[in-house]
């Protein structure tokens, strides 16, 4: 059994270390400290007197900062309590640590502290298939520095050591010759720099200064106004309001700024999608919107600048496409990955459109939809124009990077996602149902945007026809009136890939169901053969390609069951939601910490505890924002007009339920709901 | 090679320009470096419109890199966000107006429209869906 990971965060910049504060290179995990998809350290081991050190105990005081409080010798062995140590880590642009030794004893004494340090300076996409790299390194004792320096042609990366003690630099690291007093303290500041060549060179000193400055100062005061200006919840249901202070902690750690822009946007999450996800961060940005609204301008401003131009088949572009992923290692610098920008995805473009509308009913910034209607509308013309790849009117894709490309290019994105109920893989152009349905929100959203905003009340027309004939369309060639669900995809012959899935579950989310058969989707999702008790499976059980512990073949995803249990609110299937919202809570609180992006599928009555799979990163911000959606959706909380609508549907047991200072249009508003069971009196709305 | 960045800017399209949002304007100089001088091209952006002159004059956006980097990339033979990423590119100003240049400067030759890949499946001869990597967005090794 793997040792408990412990990292700090600041946006694309983290580091994962063991329960000790050492980082020791495991070819098949994320470990090392990390910055801009690149490691920076590879290796960075404290030792005293040649003894590894061990933990008694952590405080992980912000998503950045952690103190570790050690004593030298292995646990098993006796404690010598005579001497402490105590690592403070933390995280901003660069890497700081401050070791402090304690002598405890009556006696004067000396120690070796020595910190071994390496980098090996790998792309975290190559993780589990790593290279060698020629590092130059330099010592530099005058001024207690260790530059680790990799360059391939102009491209380069450099890590700097520098301790503020008198130190012994070495090429493996730094030793320093400690003398305490009795009941004496001892202590330096490392700090490691990590500079991506091309910016301009900072002064060490002045990054050390503000390094601290902004921990001490800007971060834990972002943090602090972070927590301020989301809503506040008083829950009745224990647990419950540690949990979301806690969700709310992991989007603050999961933001990163862009190189060209001025504002911090979600990534994915730890450890393997510390980047721009263009599908993540919409999906986050529309579950957090009435908690955590500004995400959502910056998301919209970053994807619009980065939309496809070109016909581009390296990156799967086209024009009016939105991101997939852009990531800045060396893979992608020199093209051997399609990743610096990388347009694989056949959802984001709709979901980019989705979000639009979906923040200006929240916020009423009209001035937004107005600044980016042309990249709004470059994305509604690519769903007919590029979507559509066979000319059936359905979103569909194929990759044509067939070396490095995404081959299912929706949220189920694993190379097996995507099988009918006896386990094939259907052929290439796929039609997955929900992208249907997020097509069809998109054109519904878009016009609404076009007749409102944009002065444009033809194509307004144009869309909502093209909307409505999409729908009854889905609704004939979707359907399965045998199994009476919606297939998970058509191949490119127009056949139903027959699986039963969680993607039925977005098709109420984007109201593309026939009010006719939304009972038996419904029932569906709550039945045995999807709901595990936690929440609904990917994928039905029964069904041949049906893995418990398959990310996206019966794994529950937090994520998917946000928006399933909003689409069941939306057609009134209020008893469905509060069980799903229930489940997820449950699995939230059962494991403590941040919300995993994924548990395994088992029966919640077989396993009774949330299986984790090991491939299942955590925090995920889409994870972290589907408790908040979950708490939304619970409250039925939607904007009408200028105002706030608070219609709730409270899991049994839930009790008292208040969100307080909901921010939007209507400047703030509080939402109270109590759970029916508990108490005969109604739920009331302010 | 097929053209010379400077024969591509010298021949640019003067008309309007509709996959450039209206709402973008700036200016951006590029600076291409060889044979021991530096000629600069002075691109005014604005109202769906590129003009393109020789000016050294300081601009919103400056770009600078050799000669032959500009040429690969008027031949839809370098991808700009990896020349940034590789060093081969220096920007100095407003970071937002690089994502231009990637519609101003043409894309890769021979790149296909996802319809033909369509076509091609619907017509039988299915397009091979292959088995090399992926670039899936939580990539695992």
């Known amino acids: ?686 | 090679m097929g053209v010379t960045a400077a024969q591509y800017l010298q021949q640019l399209d003067a008309g309007r320009r509709p996959d450039l949002p209206e709402t973008t304007a700036g200016t951006l100089r590029l600076d291409f470096r060889g044979d021991g001088c530096t000629d600069h091209w002075y691109l005014t952006i604005g109202d769906q419109h590129v003009r393109a002159t020789r000016s050294a004059d300081d601009a919103d956006l400056v770009v600078s890199a050799e000669r032959t980097t500009f040429d690969r990339m008027a031949n839809g033979e370098l991808h700009l966000a990896q020349a940034l990423l590789s060093n081969e590119l220096a920007v100095r100003g407003d970071l937002r107006l690089l994502t231009l240049l990637r519609r101003i400067f043409p894309g890769p030759s021979g790149a296909r429209h996802p319809r033909e890949l369509g076509r091609a499946a619907v017509a039988g001869r299915a397009g091979s869906s292959g088995r090399a990597g992926s670039t899936g967005r939580g990539e695992r090794p």
């Not at chain 1, 500079?195 to 100062?217: F, P, Y």
């Open chain 1, 1 to 686: 059994m793997r040792q408990e990971l412990v990292h700090v965060i600041a946006g694309n910049v983290f580091a994962i270390s063991d329960a000790q504060g050492d980082i020791e290179l495991d070819p098949h995990a994320p470990v090392g400290l990390f910055a801009f998809d690149t490691r920076f350290l590879s290796h960075w081991v404290l030792t005293i007197d040649g003894e590894r050190i061990n933990a008694l105990s952590r405080d992980d005081m912000t998503y950045f900062e952690t103190r570790f409080f050690l004593v030298p010798g292995a646990a098993s062995h006796y404690v010598d309590a005579d001497v402490s140590i105590i690592r403070h880590r933390s995280v901003h642009d660069c890497f700081h640590e401050k070791i402090t030794v304690l002598n405890h004893a009556s006696q004067p004494a000396e120690f070796t502290v020595r910190m071994e340090m390496a980098s090996d300076f790998a792309d975290i996409v190559e993780v589990g298939q790593l290279r060698e790299r020629a590092v130059q390194i330099a010592v530099d004792p005058a001024a207690n520095r260790l530059v680790l320096r990799y360059e391939r042609e102009r491209f380069a990366r450099e890590t700097t050591v520098q301790s503020t003690a008198p130190v012994e630099v070495d090429e493996g690291g730094m030793t320093f010759r400690i003398h305490l007093a009795p009941g004496g303290t001892w202590e330096t500041d490392l700090h490691v720099s990590l500079t991506i060549q091309g910016e301009a060179g900072q002064d060490l000193r002045a990054g050390l200064q503000s390094h601290q400055q902004a921990v001490r100062g800007t971060m834990r005061e972002d943090l602090a106004d972070w927590l301020d200006r989301a809503p506040h919840l008083v829950a009745e249901r224990g647990g419950l309001e540690e949990t979301y202070r806690g969700s709310l902690a992991d989007l603050a750690a999961l933001r990163y700024q862009p190189l060209a822009s001025s504002e911090r946007v979600p990534i994915g999450g730890l450890p393997w999608a510390m980047a721009l996800c263009g599908r993540d961060s919409i999906i986050t940005c529309l579950q957090t919107m009435a908690f955590t609204p500004e995400l959502a301008p910056a998301t919209l401003r970053t994807l619009a600048l980065l939309q496809g131009g070109q016909l581009d088949d390296e990156h799967d572009e086209e024009p009016g496409k939105i991101l997939a992923q852009l990531r800045y290692g060396e893979s992608a610098a020199f093209g051997e990955r399609p990743t610096a920008l990388y347009y694989g995805a056949a959802d984001t473009t709709p979901l980019f459109v989705v979000l639009l509308d979906e923040y200006e009913r929240w916020s009423g910034d009209a001035d937004l939809v107005r600044e980016l209607r042309h990249p709004a509308r470059m994305a509604l013309d690519w769903i007919d124009e590029y979507g559509d790849l066979t000319g059936d009117g359905y979103v569909r894709y194929q990759r044509r990077n067939e070396r490095g490309g995404a081959i299912n290019q929706c949220w189920k994105d694993s190379a097996d996602a995507i099988v009918d109920a006896r386990g094939r893989q259907p052929a290439f152009p796929r039609a997955t149902c929900e992208l249907q349905g997020y097509a069809y929100d998109a054109k519904r959203r878009g016009a609404r945007l076009a007749r409102e905003f944009w002065g444009d009340p033809a194509y307004a027309d144009r869309l909502e026809r093209e909307a409505a004939a999409l729908k009854d369309r889905f609704n004939r060639d979707f359907w399965l009136p045998q199994q009476e669900h919606y297939a998970l995809a058509l191949d490119p012959y127009g056949e139903p890939v027959d699986a039963l899935s969680s993607n039925i579950g977005h098709l109420l989310w984007s109201g593309i169901v026939a009010d006719d058969r939304a009972e038996a989707v419904a029932e569906h999702l709550v039945g045995s053969r999807l709901f595990s008790g936690w929440g609904v499976r990917t994928f039905a059980t029964g069904q041949r390609g049906y893995d418990p512990v398959g990310a996206h073949l019966g794994g529950v995803w937090p994520s998917d069951n946000a928006l399933i249990a909003a689409g069941l609110r939306h057609y009134r299937f209020d008893v469905q939601a509060a069980r799903i919202a229930a489940g997820i809570f449950d699995l939230a609180q059962t494991l403590g910490g941040a919300v995993p992006e994924v548990i395994a599928g088992y029966d919640r009555s077989v396993t009774k505890y949330p299986v984790q799979l090991p491939s299942a990163g955590r925090p995920q911000s889409w994870s972290s924002g589907a408790l908040l959606m979950l708490l939304g959706t619970t409250l039925g909380l939607r904007p009408t007009g200028d105002d706030l609508l608070v219609n709730p549907a409270v899991p049994g047991g839930f009790g008292r339920l208040e969100l307080l200072d909901i921010p939007g249009r209507w400047g703030h508003s509080d939402a109270y709901a109590r759970d029916r069971t508990a108490s005969p009196h109604r739920p009331r709305a302010k």
